[in-house]
Protein backbone atom coordinates (compact mmCIF):
# COMPACT_ATOMS: atom_id res chain seq x y z
CA UNK A 1 0.00 0.00 0.00
CA UNK A 2 1.04 3.38 -1.24
CA UNK A 3 1.37 6.84 1.53
CA UNK A 4 -2.01 8.46 1.33
CA UNK A 5 -0.44 11.92 0.93
CA UNK A 6 1.75 10.43 -1.82
CA UNK A 7 -0.93 9.16 -3.88
CA UNK A 8 -3.55 12.10 -3.14
CA UNK A 9 -1.88 14.52 -5.70
CA UNK A 10 -2.97 11.49 -8.26
CA UNK A 11 -6.18 11.07 -7.02
CA UNK A 12 -7.10 14.62 -7.20
CA UNK A 13 -6.14 14.80 -10.84
CA UNK A 14 -8.79 12.70 -11.93
CA UNK A 15 -11.29 14.55 -9.06
CA UNK A 16 -10.82 17.68 -10.51
CA UNK A 17 -12.53 16.50 -13.38
CA UNK A 18 -15.58 14.57 -12.41
CA UNK A 19 -14.39 11.03 -11.37
CA UNK A 20 -15.78 9.69 -8.42
CA UNK A 21 -13.51 7.32 -5.85
CA UNK A 22 -15.13 3.74 -5.99
CA UNK A 23 -13.13 2.70 -2.19
CA UNK A 24 -14.71 -0.67 -1.93
CA UNK A 25 -16.22 -3.70 -3.79
CA UNK A 26 -20.00 -2.55 -3.39
CA UNK A 27 -19.22 0.92 -4.86
CA UNK A 28 -17.71 -0.46 -7.44
CA UNK A 29 -20.97 -3.09 -8.27
CA UNK A 30 -23.32 -0.08 -7.78
CA UNK A 31 -21.81 2.00 -10.34
CA UNK A 32 -21.65 -0.69 -12.39
CA UNK A 33 -25.32 -1.96 -11.91
CA UNK A 34 -26.62 1.77 -13.54
CA UNK A 35 -27.83 2.01 -16.75
CA UNK A 36 -26.20 3.70 -19.36
CA UNK A 37 -22.22 4.49 -19.80
CA UNK A 38 -19.48 4.12 -16.96
CA UNK A 39 -15.81 4.62 -17.70
CA UNK A 40 -13.87 3.35 -15.08
CA UNK A 41 -9.95 4.18 -14.41
CA UNK A 42 -7.46 2.02 -12.67
CA UNK A 43 -5.31 4.82 -11.62
CA UNK A 44 -2.03 3.97 -10.60
CA UNK A 45 1.53 5.84 -9.24
CA UNK A 46 3.57 4.69 -11.60
CA UNK A 47 4.87 6.73 -14.56
CA UNK A 48 2.88 6.12 -17.48
CA UNK A 49 -0.85 6.83 -15.57
CA UNK A 50 1.34 10.08 -14.90
CA UNK A 51 2.06 10.98 -18.64
CA UNK A 52 -0.09 8.91 -20.65
CA UNK A 53 -3.37 7.43 -19.25
CA UNK A 54 -4.35 10.16 -16.58
CA UNK A 55 -4.09 13.22 -19.29
CA UNK A 56 -5.65 11.43 -22.28
CA UNK A 57 -8.37 10.82 -20.13
CA UNK A 58 -8.78 14.21 -19.28
CA UNK A 59 -8.19 15.34 -22.91
CA UNK A 60 -10.79 12.61 -23.69
CA UNK A 61 -13.68 14.08 -21.86
CA UNK A 62 -13.28 17.70 -24.03
CA UNK A 63 -15.39 15.67 -26.37
CA UNK A 64 -19.68 15.85 -27.34
CA UNK A 65 -19.85 12.80 -26.23
CA UNK A 66 -18.99 11.46 -22.30
CA UNK A 67 -19.97 8.43 -20.74
CA UNK A 68 -22.70 8.84 -18.11
CA UNK A 69 -20.47 8.19 -15.22
CA UNK A 70 -16.69 8.37 -14.67
CA UNK A 71 -15.38 6.73 -11.95
CA UNK A 72 -11.59 5.27 -10.62
CA UNK A 73 -10.44 2.78 -8.53
CA UNK A 74 -6.30 3.28 -7.30
CA UNK A 75 -4.47 0.04 -7.71
CA UNK A 76 -2.19 -0.48 -4.30
CA UNK A 77 -4.46 1.69 -2.21
CA UNK A 78 -8.07 0.52 -3.06
CA UNK A 79 -7.76 -3.06 -3.03
CA UNK A 80 -10.84 -4.20 -2.58
CA UNK A 81 -12.35 -1.43 -5.23
CA UNK A 82 -9.23 -2.22 -7.63
CA UNK A 83 -10.25 -6.24 -7.31
CA UNK A 84 -14.02 -5.97 -7.74
CA UNK A 85 -13.38 -3.64 -11.18
CA UNK A 86 -10.65 -6.09 -12.35
CA UNK A 87 -13.14 -8.96 -11.73
CA UNK A 88 -15.36 -6.91 -14.43
CA UNK A 89 -12.53 -6.60 -17.05
CA UNK A 90 -12.28 -10.12 -17.49
CA UNK A 91 -10.74 -11.58 -20.10
CA UNK A 92 -8.22 -8.99 -19.43
CA UNK A 93 -6.00 -9.69 -17.01
CA UNK A 94 -5.34 -7.02 -14.46
CA UNK A 95 -2.66 -4.45 -15.41
CA UNK A 96 -2.18 -0.60 -13.87
CA UNK A 97 -3.21 1.75 -15.23
CA UNK A 98 -5.57 0.61 -17.61
CA UNK A 99 -9.08 1.83 -18.76
CA UNK A 100 -12.60 0.58 -19.28
CA UNK A 101 -15.60 1.66 -21.12
CA UNK A 102 -18.67 0.19 -19.69
CA UNK A 103 -22.32 0.23 -21.06
CA UNK A 104 -24.99 -0.92 -19.27
CA UNK A 105 -22.98 -2.94 -16.92
CA UNK A 106 -21.23 -5.08 -20.16
CA UNK A 107 -17.59 -4.36 -20.83
CA UNK A 108 -17.47 -2.46 -24.45
CA UNK A 109 -14.11 -1.09 -24.67
CA UNK A 110 -11.00 -1.66 -23.01
CA UNK A 111 -7.66 -0.24 -22.90
CA UNK A 112 -4.68 -2.04 -20.90
CA UNK A 113 -1.06 -1.25 -19.70
CA UNK A 114 0.44 -1.74 -22.59
CA UNK A 115 -2.24 0.62 -24.87
CA UNK A 116 -1.45 3.03 -22.51
CA UNK A 117 2.55 2.65 -21.51
CA UNK A 118 4.98 4.59 -24.34
CA UNK A 119 2.03 6.02 -26.35
CA UNK A 120 1.18 9.41 -25.99
CA UNK A 121 -1.36 10.91 -24.23
CA UNK A 122 -3.26 12.24 -27.72
CA UNK A 123 -3.48 8.90 -29.27
CA UNK A 124 -5.26 7.48 -25.66
CA UNK A 125 -7.58 10.78 -25.85
CA UNK A 126 -8.08 9.83 -29.63
CA UNK A 127 -9.25 6.17 -28.86
CA UNK A 128 -11.11 6.88 -25.96
CA UNK A 129 -13.14 9.24 -27.51
CA UNK A 130 -13.72 6.53 -31.07
CA UNK A 131 -15.04 4.54 -28.34
CA UNK A 132 -17.23 7.51 -26.70
CA UNK A 133 -18.80 7.72 -30.01
CA UNK A 134 -19.64 4.42 -30.42
CA UNK A 135 -20.99 3.55 -26.97
CA UNK A 136 -22.02 6.54 -25.71
Known sequence: MYPAEMVQPMRDELKAVGFDELADASEVDAALAKEGTTLVVVNSVCGCAAANA?????????NEKNPDQLTTVFAGVDREA???????????????????????????????????????????????????????
Open 82 to 136: TDAARQQMVPFPPSSPSIALFKDGELVHMLERHHIEGRPAELIAENLIEAYNTHC
Open 54 to 62: RPGVRMSLA
